[in-house]
Structure formats: structure tokens, C-alpha cells
């Protein structure tokens, strides 16, 4: 007989791990060459990743308060089925599958095999075959259990933290030149604007925790602090590692190379460096993808078990108790946007389409705290409501500024969205 619900084996360490994990990406090593070129002075690039990353702390602030409220599996898409109603909840975890998540690990799949190029050259059709293979090897981790998931996740957290932690503490106290001193250029607001959205998107993935709600012990407790530790432990390394690229290069040489990370590393550690910051970037990926991995598939499952996805969806495992069918469609879908780099059209429009839903969201908090005063609130937003407008704010002048920045892929996500709608009201009517 199959369990009725997924059961909670996640801890305190290993719900962390996966903020923490999924979180941290290449982005750190890549996205500072793009803000130095908006952002021409040190302390105002630092300062952009402190101010982002608060940003992104705020936002975690909302789905704590919302998580240990709804303490149940697919996380985001309960909590918007709750506060706005199934249908949004619907086009939220739709949009999720189809587009924003598939997208998002196909990527992260293709960029692994191109720095996994960097140790082994590959041609065309092994790279395709290494990305099929990386993608059947995560699904199947995950497949066995939430246990073996959360043990591969925070082994690859350790190893990209402690990656992390080499190259910093060699620019902080290692012997190597100082960058040469330069006079910093003139800070606009655009000019920030543009380098906050860099930022922004380095921080993506703290939301990916409230999918497991439902497999969180002690929930109403552990997932707010998991939340909150987990950002701030991403913050505390991103702006040290932030810190360390400008004590050894100088922001024109940031600007001027789109891999910052491998030059520090060159600079501090020697000809060895680039290949460190390569196997640093293959184990960010790693933990990336598995956290991804992980957690999106339980939005569906939730979905399903509310009649509102394809039933199969559903099916929990009689011996490893997972949503074994959502992983693995999730992973057939995901390897095949690779595998015909239909990924890369879709990302153009993913990000527009989660932040419309993360300041749905985000919102929910208001809504919720109006239409059900009464329901019992382990964790109240910190900060509310300023913490909760400025998050709702910038998430949603996020998706304002895409329409006028590339209002093509703007429209093409809000349309794919929309296009949910009659879906959802031909599920509803077959229930």
C-alpha cells in the first residue's frame, strides 16, 4: 500500500544545504564581468551584491511565513493555490514544467558539459550523450529516495563552498600583487539597475526549499530557519567572493574578461587556478542540477494529487516513497529541451515568468493574512510590511522592466502563462 503522503526526512543541515546548493551556480564565477561593466567602481559592485542579496533575504522572509503556515508539498504552488486560488496555482506549476524549470536545469546540463570540455575534449555527439547521461544519473540519485537525494546535495555543498572558500582565503591572504589603482568611473542609475539585475539572478534558487515543505521535519520551525540561514549563508560568500575579485583584479580587468573567477584563481594560485575554478563551476553545476532536481518534480506531484495534472504524476513509490513518475517525465522533458536546444529559447522568457509568480507569491503573505486572519502563523514575516513591499516591488518592476527592455520574450512568456487557462479549466471539468 502506497503512503498518502511523502514522508518528511529532511533535517534542519539538509533543508540549508538545499537553499545553499541550489542557490550557488556558475554565476558567481561569470556574472561580474556584466556588473563591472554597469557598475565601474569596487565598493559599488560589492555593494550591489550585499543590496541584491537583501533583496533576495526579503523575499525568503515571505516564503518563510507562508511555508511554515502551508507546511505541504509543491510548496509555491500551495501557497498561491491558497491565497489567489487553484487556477493560479495551476499556471504556476504549468508554466513551471513546461518552461521556467525544464529550461533552467537543460541549461545547467549543457553548461556542465562545456566545462567538463575544459579536463576532456568531447565532440558534438558525446557532449549530447554526456548531457543525456548527467541527467539520467541525477534523476535516478533521486529517484531512490529523498534520503540519497539530500546526501548528494550536501556533499556537492560542502565541495562548492570549500572550493569557494580556497580561492577566497588565497586573494585574502595569499601573496600576489595588488591590482593596479584606478579611479572609479561614473555610477548612474541605470547604470545600477542593470548590474542589480545581474545580482538579482546569481541569487535565484532560495525559493526551490518551499517545493519540499511537505518532506521538511518540524516544518513550521525548520524551514523558515532553514531559509534564513541558507540565504544568509549565500550572501556571506558571494560577497566575500565579490570582495576577493577586486583585492587582486581591478574592475577594468573585470569588466574586461567574461571569466573573472579563473583569472583571480590564475592570479592567486598560479597556472593550476583555471583549472581549480573549472572544477569549482563543475560542482556548482552539480549541486544546482540536483537540487533542481530534487524539488521541482514535488510541484507537480502536488498538482496531480489535486487533479489538476496528469494523474500518473502522482504515483508515489511503494519501496522509496518518492513521486518517482514526476521525476523521471521531469528529467525525460528537461533532457530532451537539451538535446534539441529548444532550452535556449525558452530561457529568454523563463526568468520574466518566475517573477511574476515570485511577487504573486510574495504578495500571498497580504492576502492571506486578510482573508485568514485566524489560521495559526508559527513565523511572521520579519520587517513586514516594508521587508514585504520592497521584495514585491522589485520582483515586480523585474518583470515590468523585461517588457520594455526585450518585450518579445516578455509577451511570448506572458502568453504561454495565459495559455494555461484553458488547459486548467479542461482538467477541472474531468474532475
Same mark, same amino acid.
Given at each position: 500500500?502506497?503512503?498518502?503522503?511523502?514522508?518528511?526526512?529532511?533535517?534542519?543541515?539538509?533543508?540549508?544545504?538545499?537553499?545553499?546548493?541550489?542557490?550557488?551556480?556558475?554565476?558567481?564565477?561569470?556574472?561580474?564581468?556584466?556588473?563591472?561593466?554597469?557598475?565601474?567602481?569596487?565598493?559599488?559592485?560589492?555593494?550591489?551584491?550585499?543590496?541584491?542579496?537583501?533583496?533576495?533575504?526579503?523575499?525568503?522572509?515571505?516564503?518563510?511565513?507562508?511555508?511554515?503556515?502551508?507546511?505541504?508539498?509543491?510548496?509555491?504552488?500551495?501557497?498561491?493555490?491558497?491565497?489567489?486560488?487553484?487556477?493560479?496555482?495551476?499556471?504556476?506549476?504549468?508554466?513551471?514544467?513546461?518552461?521556467?524549470?525544464?529550461?533552467?536545469?537543460?541549461?545547467?546540463?549543457?553548461?556542465?558539459?562545456?566545462?567538463?570540455?575544459?579536463?576532456?575534449?568531447?565532440?558534438?555527439?558525446?557532449?549530447?550523450?554526456?548531457?543525456?547521461?548527467?541527467?539520467?544519473?541525477?534523476?535516478?540519485?533521486?529517484?531512490?529516495?529523498?534520503?540519497?537525494?539530500?546526501?548528494?546535495?550536501?556533499?556537492?555543498?560542502?565541495?562548492?563552498?570549500?572550493?569557494?572558500?580556497?580561492?577566497?582565503?588565497?586573494?585574502?591572504?595569499?601573496?600576489?600583487?595588488?591590482?593596479?589603482?584606478?579611479?572609479?568611473?561614473?555610477?548612474?542609475?541605470?547604470?545600477?539597475?542593470?548590474?542589480?539585475?545581474?545580482?538579482?539572478?546569481?541569487?535565484?534558487?532560495?525559493?526551490?526549499?518551499?517545493?519540499?515543505?511537505?518532506?521538511?521535519?518540524?516544518?513550521?520551525?525548520?524551514?523558515?530557519?532553514?531559509?534564513?540561514?541558507?540565504?544568509?549563508?549565500?550572501?556571506?560568500?558571494?560577497?566575500?567572493?565579490?570582495?576577493?575579485?577586486?583585492?587582486?583584479?581591478?574592475?577594468?580587468?573585470? +569588466?574586461?574578461? *567574461?571569466? &573573472?573567477? /579563473?583569472?583571480? !584563481?590564475?592570479?592567486?594560485?598560479? #597556472?593550476?587556478? @583555471?583549472?581549480?575554478?573549472?572544477?569549482?563551476?563543475?560542482?556548482?553545476?552539480?549541486?544546482?542540477?540536483?537540487?533542481?532536481?530534487?524539488?521541482?518534480?514535488?510541484?507537480?506531484?502536488?498538482?496531480?494529487?489535486?487533479?489538476?495534472?496528469?494523474?500518473?504524476?502522482?504515483?508515489?513509490?511503494?519501496?522509496?516513497?518518492?513521486?518517482?513518475?514526476?521525476?523521471?517525465?521531469?528529467?525525460?522533458?528537461?533532457?530532451?529541451?537539451?538535446?534539441?536546444?529548444?532550452?535556449?529559447?525558452?530561457?529568454?522568457?523563463?526568468?520574466?515568468?518566475?517573477?511574476?509568480?515570485?511577487?504573486?507569491?510574495?504578495?500571498?503573505?497580504?492576502?492571506?493574512?486578510?482573508?485568514?486572519?485566524?489560521?495559526?502563523?508559527?513565523?511572521?514575516?520579519?520587517?513586514?510590511?516594508?521587508?514585504? +513591499?520592497?521584495? *514585491?516591488? &522589485?520582483? /515586480?518592476?523585474? !518583470?515590468?522592466?523585461?517588457?520594455? #527592455?526585450?518585450? @518579445?520574450?516578455?509577451?511570448?512568456?506572458?502568453?504561454?502563462?495565459?495559455?494555461?487557462?484553458?488547459?486548467?479549466?479542461?482538467?477541472?471539468?474531468?474532475?
Amino acid at each position: 500500500m502506497q503512503p498518502a503522503e511523502l514522508p518528511r526526512k529532511l533535517g534542519l543541515f539538509d533543508s540549508a544545504a538545499i537553499v545553499v546548493g541550489t542557490i550557488i551556480g556558475a554565476g558567481i564565477f561569470l556574472v561580474p564581468n556584466l556588473v563591472a561593466r554597469s557598475l565601474p567602481s569596487a565598493w559599488w559592485i560589492v555593494f550591489a551584491w550585499v543590496f541584491t542579496g537583501l533583496l533576495s533575504f526579503f523575499g525568503a522572509l515571505a516564503y518563510a511565513e507562508l511555508g511554515a503556515m502551508i507546511p505541504a508539498t509543491g510548496g509555491q504552488y500551495a501557497f498561491l493555490r491558497e491565497a489567489w486560488g487553484p487556477l493560479f496555482g495551476f499556471l504556476c506549476g504549468w508554466t513551471y514544467f513546461f518552461v521556467v524549470l525544464s529550461a533552467s536545469i537543460a541549461w545547467l546540463s549543457i553548461t556542465f558539459v562545456t566545462y567538463l570540455g575544459y579536463f576532456i575534449p568531447m565532440g558534438p555527439m558525446l557532449c549530447k550523450a554526456v548531457t543525456v547521461a548527467l541527467l539520467g544519473a541525477v534523476t535516478l540519485v533521486n529517484y531512490r529516495g529523498v534520503r540519497t537525494g539530500a546526501v548528494v546535495q550536501n556533499a556537492f555543498t560542502a565541495i562548492k563552498v570549500a572550493a569557494l572558500a580556497v580561492l577566497i582565503g588565497a586573494a585574502f591572504f595569499g601573496s600576489h600583487a595588488p591590482p593596479p589603482v584606478e579611479a572609479p568611473g561614473p555610477i548612474t542609475v541605470s547604470g545600477f539597475g542593470v548590474a542589480m539585475i545581474s545580482c538579482v539572478l546569481t541569487y535565484d534558487g532560495w525559493v526551490a526549499l518551499s517545493f519540499m515543505a511537505g518532506e521538511v521535519k518540524n516544518a513550521k520551525r525548520n524551514l523558515p530557519l532553514a531559509l534564513a540561514l541558507g540565504v544568509t549563508a549565500a550572501i556571506a560568500i558571494y560577497v566575500l567572493a565579490i570582495m576577493a575579485y577586486v583585492r587582486v583584479l581591478s574592475v577594468s580587468e573585470i +569588466a574586461g574578461t *567574461a571569466r &573573472v573567477g /579563473a583569472l583571480a !584563481a590564475e592570479r592567486v594560485l598560479g #597556472a593550476a587556478g @583555471g583549472k581549480f575554478v573549472a572544477f569549482a563551476i563543475l560542482m556548482s553545476i552539480l549541486g544546482g542540477l540536483n537540487g533542481w532536481t530534487m524539488t521541482a518534480p514535488r510541484i507537480f506531484f502536488a498538482q496531480a494529487r489535486d487533479g489538476l495534472f496528469f494523474r500518473q504524476f502522482a504515483a508515489l513509490h511503494p519501496r522509496f516513497e518518492t513521486p518517482y513518475i514526476s521525476i523521471v517525465l521531469f528529467g525525460a522533458w528537461s533532457a530532451l529541451l537539451a538535446l534539441t536546444g529548444t532550452y535556449e529559447t525558452l530561457a529568454s522568457y523563463a526568468m520574466f515568468a518566475a517573477w511574476v509568480f515570485y511577487a504573486l507569491t510574495s504578495l500571498g503573505v497580504i492576502v492571506l493574512r486578510r482573508t485568514q486572519p485566524d489560521r495559526p502563523r508559527p513565523y511572521r514575516m520579519t520587517g513586514y510590511p516594508v521587508t514585504l +513591499a520592497v521584495f *514585491a516591488l &522589485v520582483a /515586480a518592476g523585474f !518583470a515590468v522592466n523585461t517588457f520594455f #527592455a526585450t518585450p @518579445g520574450p516578455a509577451i511570448i512568456g506572458s502568453l504561454f502563462i495565459l495559455s494555461g487557462t484553458p488547459v486548467y479549466y479542461w482538467w477541472k471539468s474531468r474532475g
